[in-house]
């Protein structure tokens, strides 16, 4: 068989609407056919960022143009870096681009993880007709939803993201050689002792930013901003996240929101994984593994499978693929459904309480506590239990009584093995939200097998600050010590989503 060649075109020239050019790589076959093309739009520099999940070269071997572009402001390209602005325009002017390339056909769809996400959901919002299909990794459709959760400012993500962003924007100063050196050094002294900055109060006023001249930018990823409404018709997506990422619950309600518009054209696949490169908290064996996920092969196999069926209209089985497929940790193995959530006559809720009076469900928690932590662990599992979906407290609070917000964590306690945990959520106490004395807590969604003799622990503590800011940096903490008795009234209870049918 006759190898072919690859031809890579470095800064390739992208004219925007307003006149500001950005500058792209491409990778392509070294031949006069034409070929649909992949895009990805990345703000960590086009010849620096680490394409983990996904190898372009092989993309490019089974019959694509990758399109590799900075976007506006960044690196190579002109303009001003507006952290989530100009995406949906820019986007849509790439792609009208591409399509008209000499070596393209008029088909591009989009690629990446994180911001590169959300630069597939603005661009997806602007309706370019030649968009043909998306394949986010961690989904997020706004500012607001990258920085903030539930009401909580995510401090330590921003600022990580402000100070890996701010390299780039003094090397494109036009200053003296000296000088921009000594903004570099400041920036890799503060970098080195980024955990001092992640306690400094208030937030607002953090010097380092204002010393290094972006001000501007570290403002506009702590502000606040409307809470976007899906307003796309989502051409076919591919949503790929993990139990442990801060996008899960962005990602889980984009898939939902598009499978209510056409169920037969996005897929599903949650994962054990977490951060942007689809890393591992835990050893969870060779299928969550992402070279050879589900036995199915790499991130990459998948995506060819994806972009095949609906730029090249193959029949390569993707439209029998199961919709969902999830990773089961605790049995580690993949499980395939049909909806997200699961339908209602495939799970139960059994409750748990924190008393000891008799339940109908037979595991009560049991309560230790000190004065940092409360934690509640159950009695040993009794048959298998497969959580699947959201843990849910509903908590007991009387109004009037100083409960403003927590932190609680969801572990799994394997009986031949280490506690860790499995999910989370943030709590915010106000009287709107209280029902009835009544308040409703749902946890971020997971997937878990208990096996006979595990046991469930649920942990309450203040809000680590050092993570999450609240919106009023004056807001105070619940105590502990008063936060206990609610979880010991009559209609305070632990809610698990169980699998009528659990793996075997």
Known sequence: MMSRSLLIEKDVPCRMRDGVTLY???????DQNTYPVLLTRVIDGKDSHLFRPTDLMKLVEKGYVVIVQDVRGRFASEGTFTPFSHEEEDGFDTIEWAVHLPYTTNKVAMFGEAYSAYTQYAAAKAAPPHLSALFPIHFVESKQAFSHRNHFLNSKKVIDTALSLTKNIIEKREMETEHKRDQLFHLFAYQDRQEALYRYHPIQKLPVFKMLGVQDLFTTLIETS???????????????????????????????????????????LVGPWTGNRLEMPQPFGYTAHIDSM?????????????????????????????????????????????????????????????????????FSLMQSRDD????????????????????????????????????????????????????????????????????????????YHFKTGDRIKVEVTNVPNHIYRPHSESSVESSLLALAPCFFRQHTKFVLPIATQPLR
Request: proline share 5%; aromatic share 10%; charged share 25%.
């Open 24 to 30: 792209a790589n491409s990778y392509r076959l070294n």
């Open 226 to 268: 409307p809470v976007e409404t899906d307003s796309l018709t989502y051409p076919p997506s591919y949503f790929l996240t993990g139990w442990f990422d801060d996008a899960l619950s962005h990602t889980l309600r984009a898939f939902q929101t598009a499978t209510k518009q056409d169920s037969d054209r996005h897929l599903l």
């Open 294 to 362: 589900a036995n199915g092969g790499s991130v990459t196999d998948f995506q060819l499978r994806w972009f095949d069926r609906w730029l090249k209209d193959e029949k390569n089985g993707v439209d029998e693929d199961a919709q969902v497929l999830l990773f089961v940790m605790g049995i580690n193995k993949w499980r395939k459904e049909k909806t997200w959530p699961l339908e209602q006559d495939e799970q139960r809720h059994v409750p748990f309480t924190f008393t000891t009076v008799e339940t109908p469900h037979p």
């Open 372 to 447: 940092k932590q409360l934690t509640f662990i159950s009695t040993p599992f009794q048959d298998i239990h497969e959580l699947i979906g959201a843990p849910s407290l509903e908590l007991d609070i009387n109004q009037g009584e100083k409960v403003e917000s927590f932190y609680i964590r969801l572990l799994a306690v394997p009986k031949d093995g280490a506690a860790f945990q499995i999910s989370d959520g943030l709590v915010t106490v106000s009287e709107e939200i209280l029902d009835e004395n009544t308040l409703k807590i749902e946890l971020s969604a997971v997937a």
